[in-house]
């Protein structure tokens, strides 16, 4: 019998422009954890997708425990062991826990005698001794649309154990997570690996391998490019073999040059769920030339301050300021017409129209105006153009280029088109929430470069990141926001990540 739990032979796959997978050869030892390492858009979850029967490849073998299979679909995938997270979760927001952990295998029972139907109570038994069992504790009975991502995440691992998977697959697992979560996930991982799981992680993150994988193999434009041990590599060997190139980790800043008060905020107070405040009382400002950075653990206010600015949330209390001119009860169009650009959280939800292709989504803030269109009628020759340029700027890769359906595209590449369209405004304000979560190293250097470019050409930048190293190594000024309140402002050459840690948590007042 093999040695290997999962073996992939010479797998080839193609989409319309583009060869995601081109001869790739992998074997997974049982009982290791193998990670898949590369760029955004490398192939890796084309690859995962193919083991999991969501596609099938155009050549090539796959072989599971010694046998070669044929997987026409996920529950063919699920019947040998094998299951997957995926990078963005595949579950019911209005159903409760339970009812997506057992969707499709629900437990049965027989109203008066005869009857078939679903036992829920029963399910929500069997989840919480699960969940219990593996330390991924939830509650069965909460509703997907009611929890946070982490929650979320335990879900969509619960899920696997649920069907009894010997093989879990986690493609990009911790790119929606905090610092604390990813450190509890990867714990997880190695308990899992321990309870005798074979792991396979998709990641660009290189810490993670290092701290994780046994073997990693790194894959390039569909290739694959060499098979390490991750004990013995480096990562910045490592980065160098993924991107292709020498990468360059430290960021070289200029010093600051302040202009006038771009934006204000004034006492700003907005309403959170359950008819609690999300943030109360804020007040800071950003010059021109100044990268104005919010830190705080995920959860305290941050995501519905950026988006009181942008004006996707309302404010139930003080003032928003921009360039002097009181904005606070304006539409989004305007604040976008007055110069506020926008990269929010959730790329999927609020920063994209998945269904529209690449041209139109990278000129949804312009489409209204010259050259886009003229007299009511949109010159969709323009829409092209600027999108081709944008996509050759920012190197978002996709395979019918500016016709690719967004849908389609990596979550990296995604990330970087919300990225190109919002620079390409050339707004006075520019707020980036979470810049550069989801993406490759070489992707990462590359919006760091970006942000650095506009804070340096006089643009005002409000940073909200969660990354603490990205916090310190960007900003000229941090503001700490502790349960929806800034518990601290000062220049960032005054204070450490320790003593903003501090604050972040709630240590230091």
């Known amino acids: 019998m093999s040695e290997y739990i999962i073996e992939m032979k010479g797998i080839t796959k193609r989409f319309p422009g583009i060869v995601a997978n081109d001869n790739v ?42 046998e070669k299979v044929k997987l026409a679909n996920p529950a063919e995938a699920a019947s040998l062991g094998i299951g997957m997270v995926h990078q963005h979760f595949k579950l019911v927001q209005n159903y409760t ?30 989840i919480a001794e699960l969940s219990k069992r593996y330390g991924l504790e939830v509650d069965p009975t909460q509703k997907i649309e009611d929890v946070g991502v982490s929650v979320q995440q335990r879900v969509e691992i ?30 997880i991982i190695r308990e899992l690996r321990a309870g005798g799981k074979t ?24 290739k694959l490019i060499d098979v390490i041990d991750a004990a013995t590599t480096t990562t910045k060997q490592m980065a160098n073999m993924m991107v292709g190139r020498e990468v360059d980790t430290e960021i070289e800043k200029a010093e600051a040059n302040f202009g006038e008060e771009v934006l204000r905020v004034e006492g700003l107070t907005v309403a959170g769920s359950g008819g609690v405040d999300a943030v109360k009382n ?7 030339g100044e990268i104005f950075a919010v830190a705080g653990v995920s959860g305290n206010g941050q995501v519905e301050l950026a988006d ?44 994209l129209v998945l269904d529209f292709d690449l041209a139109d989504n990278l000129a949804l803030k312009s489409y ?70 989801g993406l490759d190293i070489g992707a990462i250097e590359n919006i760091h470069r970006q942000i650095l470019l506009e804070r340096d050409s006089g643009r005002a930048v409000l940073l909200i990141s969660l990354e603490l190293d990205e916090v310190m190594a960007l900003a000229d000024t941090i503001g700490v926001i502790y349960r929806g309140e800034i518990s601290k402002i000062a220049p960032a050459s005054e204070l450490t990540s320790r003593r903003v840690g501090e604050y972040m948590m709630g240590v230091t007042k």
């Not at 290092?210 to 894959?219: E, H, I, N």
């Not at 804020?282 to 021109?288: I, P, T, W």
């Not at 309302?314 to 506020?340: N, P």
Request: hydrophobic residues 40%; contains cysteine.
């Open 308 to 351: 009181a600015i942008a004006g996707l949330a309302k404010a139930s209390g003080g003032k928003i300021i921009l360039d002097g001119e009181d904005i606070t009860k304006t539409d989004v169009r305007t604040r976008i017409k007055k110069g506020i650009s926008y990269i929010p959280e959730d790329r999927q939800n609020f920063g």
């Open 25 to 66: 050869s992998i074997s997974v030892k049982k009982g290791e954890i193998y990670a898949l390492l590369g760029e955004n858009g490398a192939g890796k979850s084309t690859l995962m997708s193919m083991l999991f029967g969501m596609y099938e490849p155009d050549e090539g073998e796959i072989w599971v425990r010694g």
């Open 158 to 187: 619960l899920k696997m154990l649920y069907r009894e998977a010997e093989i879990l697959i986690f493609d990009e697992p911790t790119a929606m997570l905090t610092p604390q979560e990813i450190e509890f996930l990867l714990q």
């Open 97 to 126: 826990i339970a009812e997506n952990i057992v969707l499709g295998i629900e437990p049965k029972k027989r109203l008066l005698g005869f009857l078939p139907a679903v036992d829920i109570k029963k399910a929500n038994r069997d």
């Open 199 to 222: 792991i396979i992680l998709i990641t660009h993150k290189l810490e993670e391998i290092k701290q994780v994988a046994d073997r990693c193999a790194v894959l390039s434009r569909g």
């Open 368 to 437: 209204f105006d010259e050259p886009f269109s003229r007299h009511g009628m949109l010159k969709r020759a323009e829409f092209v153009k600027h999108g081709e340029r944008l996509i050759e700027q920012y190197d978002i890769r996709s395979g019918q280029g500016v016709n690719t359906q967004v849908r389609s595209m990596s979550g990296g590449n995604q990330q970087k088109a919300i990225i190109a369209r919002e620079i390409e405004l050339q707004s006075k304000l520019m707020i980036f929430v979470q810049p550069t979560r």
């Open 282 to 288: 804020v007040s800071f400002s950003v010059r021109a």
